[in-house]
């Protein structure tokens, strides 16, 4: 019980335990499969974006190019497409969007290993690069039609559900599958493989993985290749989700996507965060954004609410390790103590 006390995911998960009760009790269509459904939908895209986010910060790193290379990695797949007239399989599109995000991620992750600056000011000048390419060099604008497997893909779902009170209907994209994938692929190289200790070990101290044999380089180029892939697949899923490209619609989400994973108990330093604690982060901030509405709160204190819960977040992890920090300092102190009365 001490330790699940002072882990950042057990308060968020009774903070969503809390609204979810307050959202029932007041408009009694919380739990109801319909909501269910859409609360679901609604976690796909920042699902899989945050969980490239926190791979990203679990390693003392951080990341703000990838609207931007989710959006230029769909456009290029989706115009391509519709020049081409293609009409294949729809399973290329993703493994190109994948290929060209990955690409453009390599590039944050060599510059980010060679240049040895702060990432943020790197990304932040490669974000612009990469919009200023999609917008100047390739001309997006929006395009209201997609290609037939593209269109086909959007109309494809896992299941229906029906409210016959309200005389609602909604329905699961079989885009959650690849949330599902995500959460599983990035799990596993976190927790059951060298490289996932290799990537907390960086974020935690630096200087000691190094001494301890990891591979700083690589690890650093994995992370943003990890990121750009995940949002190379996340631009089209958005536009397959939607039935429409809008080049700009995940521009200016970055910092959202961040501050989700940070609530989830992700450590914005490094070396420290879990796959259930990103989730949890993520669907809190999802429900606040779609569920307010449903308690008489007007939209626009969406932002405060979740500003609100992002600091609490912030300070909850702040004094915990701060307070893991004292207990060592007190630990080696009393150990010197000892050795000086002997």
Sequence with gaps: ??????????????????????????????????????TARSMIVPGMLGMGVMMILISGNIDISFPAISMLSAYSVVKGFEIAGYNGPVALGFVLAGLIGLMLGFINGVLASWLKLPTLIITLGTGSVYLGFMQGVLKSKVISVLPRPIANLSKTYLFTVYNSEL????????????????????????????????????????????????????????????????????????????????????????????????????????????????????LLISMISHSLILLGIPSYWTRFVTGVLIVIGIGVSAYQSLRASRKVASNILGELGELGEK
Excluded: W
């Excluded at 599902?180 to 060298?194: D, Q």
């Excluded at 989700?260 to 450590?267: I, M, P, R, W």
């Design 1 to 38: 019980m001490k330790k699940l006390l002072k882990r950042n995911e057990f308060y968020v998960a009774v903070t969503i335990a809390a609204l979810s009760i307050a959202i029932q009790a007041k408009s009694g269509q919380f739990f109801t499969s319909n909501n269910f459904v859409d």
């Design 167 to 282: 005389g609602i209907t909604s329905s699961l994209s079989v885009m959650f599958l690849l949330l599902l994938a995500a959460v599983v692929i990035t799990g596993f190289i976190l927790r059951y493989t060298m490289l996932g200790r290799g990537i907390y070990a960086i974020g935690g101290d630096i200087v000691s993985a190094e001494r301890a044999g990891f591979n700083i380089p690589f690890i650093q180029i994995f992370v943003f290749s990890y990121m750009g892939g995940m949002a190379g697949i996340v631009g089209l899923t958005r536009a397959t989700l939607t039935g429409m490209l809008q080049p700009t619609t995940l521009i200016g989400t970055e910092l959202t996507i961040i501050a989700s994973v940070v609530l989830g108990g992700v450590k914005i330093s490094g070396g420290h965060g879990t796959v259930t604690g990103a989730l949890l982060g993520t």
